[in-house]
């Protein structure tokens, strides 16, 4: 049974950094992708950034050069650190397990497929300008 238990987030003031954090466990695959997800109000939940299991990352161009998702082994815990915050990065964030089907290594989604497996709770952060 996969389980996913987020913390971090919380409230930072425009050029600011916050970090979240994913502990991930029982994961049945192979080969997946973590990932992290936001979502606001009355808006489709995007993908931000994928982190595969066997190593590469992936960004939506909208963090590009401001995040970056990593993964302590030895803790089970994915990591987004986001620096440079803008208020809108204001959002409830997600991280995901994504089974991964392809040739290549992970790329981040725009929107969650079928083959998202398990959501953690999600976690608020409040960008203000």
């Known amino acids: 049974q996969v389980q996913l238990a987020q913390s971090g987030g919380g409230s930072a003031q425009a050029g600011g950094s916050l970090t979240l954090a994913c502990v991930v466990s029982?994961?049945?695959?192979?080969?997946?992708?973590l990932d992290w997800f936001r979502q606001t109000p009355g808006k489709e939940r995007e993908g931000v950034a994928t982190l595969q299991n066997s190593g590469g990352t992936d960004y939506a161009d909208s963090v590009k050069g401001r995040f970056t998702i990593s993964k302590d082994n030895e803790k089970n815990t994915l990591y987004l650190q986001m620096n440079s915050l803008k208020p809108e990065d204001t959002a409830m964030y997600y991280c995901?397990?994504?089974?991964?089907?392809?040739?290549?290594?992970?790329?981040?989604?725009?929107?969650?497929?079928?083959?998202?497996?398990?959501w953690g709770q999600g976690i608020q952060v409040n960008v203000s300008a």
């Open positions: 029982g994961v049945p695959y192979s080969r997946y992708c």
């Open positions: 995901a397990v994504r089974r991964w089907r392809g040739a290549g290594l992970c790329t981040v989604v725009p929107r969650p497929t079928v083959e998202v497996y398990s």
